[in-house]
């Protein structure tokens, strides 16, 4: 707020959720100049060139979003910026021209954004770096610190509380607070399907990340064509993220994507662990990283990772045959090759999945194996072994040959 507010002389607030007294204002007209008139008795002067106008929580007024499209025909020297979460749950009840609203998604904070809000800055700039450039001490320390990020996550307030707490029972009172208003939302934005069975959705979604996925396994209770319409709506809404497999072969890689044949990654790490309940002490007391929660952990983080750094869509190569299945975690593009990426548990192991899918598809130069250790190549091979938290390095800098 403080960044947005600093250009203008003054910044007005309006938070839709917690002033609900506010939204009458909005039952009747939506002519701009009558709504200031009536936000003015409660907010002090707006005044357009001068004035940012802040809603905050709009999904919690639908008629506000309408008049976006109003401040912006009719008043364009007013500065209007408004937030919300769920925010296409409440699309779906109104009509917006398009063109009219520039819509902005916030992601969770990054690892490395949250060892900056941590005042980690140098471990931070470490973990953009290439990681055969970086101490092993020091790749080791990323890791431990990595290890608690599995459990705060980066939805700013859980980040804001842990900083300031050190807590993580308050750190998870914040992330069951952010749930429920959640499943809060699902009750008011989707009279269209059963609530029961979104919430239900978006629980086992959370406990499949890393598996592939079938509708009808998502929820017994229901169809299979309500559970899919559960999903598809948890997917729209940005709290799930789908991800299907796809050929490698070339780019770009939707091109080739099965939808019929997919993952899922959740919004955020700290999210997901509280939503699954993952019994966080017993957790904690595992060495590596990559064994928590039975490897989900890792797998959303990876994920989420992804999402902001690389951005677009997630795919990952999967291959059915009798005898001789075979999938890999991720594909990522970098310089317009393609590099499949698995998240393993330790650097033995055959790595079946990868070394079949490199073979089989010359033009992806080498595999990337994203686990618990510190960098390592393994001459022979077109692999490279690299620490969990690399996910940014990868796609930022690029891909040095094995």
């Known amino acids: 707020e403080n960044v947005m507010a600093k250009p203008f002389d003054s910044f007005v607030k309006i938070d839709l959720e917690k002033r609900r007294d506010l939204h009458t204002h909005f039952s009747g007209t939506l002519e701009p100049r009558l709504l200031l008139n009536h936000l003015e008795l409660t907010t002090g002067r707006i005044i357009p060139g001068q004035t940012l106008l802040f809603f905050d929580e709009i999904q919690a007024c639908p008629r506000a979003i309408m008049a976006l499209r109003y401040f912006y025909e009719e008043m364009p020297d007013l500065h209007v910026v408004a937030a919300g979460s769920l925010l296409e749950f409440a ?6 021209p398009v063109g009219r609203i520039h819509s902005l998604y916030m992601h969770p904070l990054t690892f490395y954004e949250y060892l900056l809000a941590m005042g980690k800055e140098q471990m931070a700039e470490y973990t953009l770096n290439q990681p055969d450039s970086v101490a092993k001490t020091i790749q080791k320390m990323i890791l431990k610190e990595l290890r608690i990020y599995f459990f705060v996550g980066g939805m700013p307030e859980c980040v804001k509380t842990y900083r300031e707490t050190g807590s993580m029972v308050e750190t998870f009172q914040v992330q069951s607070e952010i749930l429920d208003s959640y499943r809060d939302d699902f009750s008011k934005y989707t009279p269209r399907i059963n609530t029961l069975c979104l919430d239900a959705v978006f629980l086992n979604a959370a406990k499949s990340i ?8 998502l929820n017994d209770g229901h169809s299979s064509q309500m559970n899919r319409k ?5 997917v729209k809404a940005r709290v799930l993220h789908k991800i299907p497999a796809c050929d490698p072969s070339g780019l770009p890689l939707g091109a080739t ?5 997919f993952k899922a990654s959740m919004l955020d790490i700290g999210l997901m662990q509280r939503l699954c309940q993952v019994p966080v002490e017993l957790e904690l007391q595992q060495e590596n990283l990559l064994a928590m929660y039975r ?10 990772e992804l999402l902001v750094w690389q951005g677009l869509e997630l795919f990952y190569w999967a291959r059915e045959a009798r005898g001789s299945s075979a999938e890999v975690d991720f594909l990522v593009v970098r310089q317009g090759k393609i590099y499949p ?9 055959s790595l079946r999945s990868l070394h079949l899918m490199l073979k089989k598809y010359p033009n992806c130069p080498q595999g990337l194996v994203l686990y618990s250790g510190t960098s390592n190549k393994l001459s022979g091979q077109k692999l490279q072994f690299l620490p969990l938290y690399c996910v940014s390095a990868i796609v930022k800098n690029g891909v040095r040959p094995a």
Do not use: P
């Open 91 to 96: 699309f779906g009840e109104i009509s917006i």
């Open 210 to 217: 890393g598996e592939q996925l079938k509708y009808t396994r």
């Open 230 to 234: 559960a999903f598809d709506l948890l």
């Open 257 to 261: 994507a099965n939808q019929k044949k």
């Open 295 to 304: 490897g989900k952990l890792a797998e959303q983080f990876v994920a989420q």
């Open 341 to 349: 990426v698995e998240v393993k548990s330790g650097s033995g192991g």
